[in-house]
Every structure is written in structure tokens, then in C-alpha cells.
């Protein structure tokens, strides 16, 4: 079974999940390895602002670590909203510690969070995918992170302002390549995200036409993430995410070690 490369635990503050029974969901699906890539919101907005003790984090995986490392390699990640924005305070948290991996995701716009539906308020829909677009690429330049973790996000302001289940990135095709370009040139990997299908949004993403256009701009890595803040949900859907993934031409999935990319054939 292909590693699940993004899921959260108790120190994650919008999870209750305890990082062994992460881990131990992992050994029943089979996994060799998971990442355990808790949050650290550093942008006041975020509801999860302060929440984040990374030395607390750090001893309580390193336990969990020396316990389940019999049974599935155990790596320490941290999933960081908008790293781009908050370099410095990223950077003195990543070099206290010896993670195997940092996501970069975004979850605000300027004020605007982009997994509710008040992302668009005072827009059109145009108008929004436009706006976070933009920042994605800034993050995609700027950043520091390995994967670039849920890379179609706005699809969860999406369905609840519109109840789109799916979304067309073709209109923004020349702006998504950037995005991918970007990410391809600087030796990054692309998630692809299960957590749409149990939101009821619709299958992984970004979309098998994204990831072709992800692979046409050099990329060579992806990585699978389930998302999960249950214990249950570890590796959910990774058989459609994967049937993605090869219609889009790949014919491996990356996992990070030590911030090290490992290709693992499919």
C-alpha cells in the first residue's frame, strides 16, 4: 500500500486523533511508512493560531516513533498554511528539529479563508479563482515546503458558495501551469488530496487533466495525502487517487525522508 503522506494528530488543534492510532490505521492498511504532518498556523486569522508547541510535538512523535517504528516507518512532518508569508518564524521552527517533511498549503487569501464560503463574498466567481490563484503561485515561489498540499483547495469555497462538485481549471490553464512549473523547477512534489470524496466535493484532487499538465511542465514527483484528522480515514480513497495518477501518466509516488524525495514505483 502506497504511504499516506498527510495526516493530522491531537497536536494538530482541529484533531483529537492520537498519533498512535494514526499510526496503527497505517499498519492495517498495510502502509510501510506514514507522515505525520501536523499544523503550524502562524497566521493570526487561523483558528489554530498558537495552538502549535513544537517542542511538545516533537517528543510526542519521537515516542510514538520508537513504539510503532517496529511495526511502519514513522515520519514527523508539519503542514505550515501560507509558509510563504511566514518564512522566518517557519524557518526557526524547521531548524530546532530534523522533520521529514513540511507541506505548504494555503488556507487564507488575505482575510478570506478558502474552505468556507465567505471566500467570495464581494466576488464573482471568476474574480475568486483569479485571487487565489495568484497566491497559491506566490507560495509555490516563495515558500519553504516539499509538497505543495491540497493545491486545489478553493474547491471546498467552491462547493459551498456554489455547490460545484467539481471544478474546470481549463479557463485558467496558463495560470495553473505556472503554479506547476514553478513547483516542477524547484524539485517540489504535488499532492494528491482523498479528502474531497468524503466531503461529498467530488473526487481527489487536483484533477487527472491538472496532473497531466503538472508532468508536461517537468514534474516528477506526487505524493498521496488522505488528510486525515481520524484515525479511520487513513489512506481513504487511495485506489482512485492512484487510477489518477497513472491515467495522468506517472508511474511512481513520492515520500519524503529527512526532506529527502523517495520515488516508489506503482
Known amino acids: 500500500m502506497i504511504p499516506d503522506s498527510h495526516t493530522h494528530t491531537r497536536f494538530s488543534f482541529d484533531s483529537q486523533a492520537l498519533p498512535e492510532e494514526v499510526c496503527w490505521a497505517a499498519v492495517a492498511r498495510g502502509m ?28 510526542g512523535l519521537q515516542d510514538c516513533r520508537a513504539r510503532l517504528n517496529g511495526r511502519v516507518r514513522v515520519h514527523i512532518g508539519l503542514e505550515c498554511g501560507e509558509p510563504h508569508l511566514f518564512r522566518q518564524e517557519l524557518s526557526g521552527i524547521t531548524a530546532a528539529y530534523e522533520y521529514d517533511v513540511v507541506l505548504g498549503s494555503i488556507h487564507w487569501v488575505g482575510h478570506r479563508p478558502v ?13 475568486g479563482i483569479l485571487l487565489y490563484l495568484a497566491e497559491l503561485a506566490r507560495l509555490a515561489e516563495e515558500g519553504d515546503y516539499d509538497i505543495l498540499a491540497h493545491p486545489d483547495i478553493i474547491r471546498r469555497a467552491v462547493f459551498r458558495r456554489f455547490g460545484r462538485a467539481e471544478l ?17 523547477e524547484r524539485g517540489k512534489a504535488l499532492e494528491v488530496n482523498t479528502s474531497y470524496r468524503r466531503r461529498g466535493m467530488g473526487p481527489p484532487g487536483p484533477s487527472v487533466p491538472v496532473l497531466r499538465w503538472f508532468r508536461e511542465e517537468g514534474g516528477r514527483l506526487v505524493t498521496l495525502g488522505s488528510d486525515a484528522h481520524r484515525p479511520e480515514d487513513v489512506g481513504a480513497d487511495f485506489g482512485e487517487a492512484l487510477d489518477m495518477v497513472r491515467a495522468a501518466g506517472f508511474e511512481s509516488i513520492t515520500v519524503f525522508r529527512r526532506r529527502t524525495p523517495y520515488r516508489i514505483r506503482i
Open 32 to 59: 510501510p511508512e506514514v507522515a505525520l504532518t501536523d499544523h503550524v498556523d502562524l497566521n493570526p486569522l487561523d483558528g489554530g493560531y498558537g495552538y502549535f508547541r513544537p517542542e511538545e510535538h516533537w517528543r
Open 115 to 127: 474552505e468556507t464560503a465567505a471566500f467570495f463574498d464581494g466576488l464573482d466567481f471568476y474574480e
Open 168 to 184: 474546470d481549471w481549463t479557463p485558467h490553464e496558463n495560470r495553473m501551469r505556472r503554479v506547476l512549473r514553478t513547483v516542477a
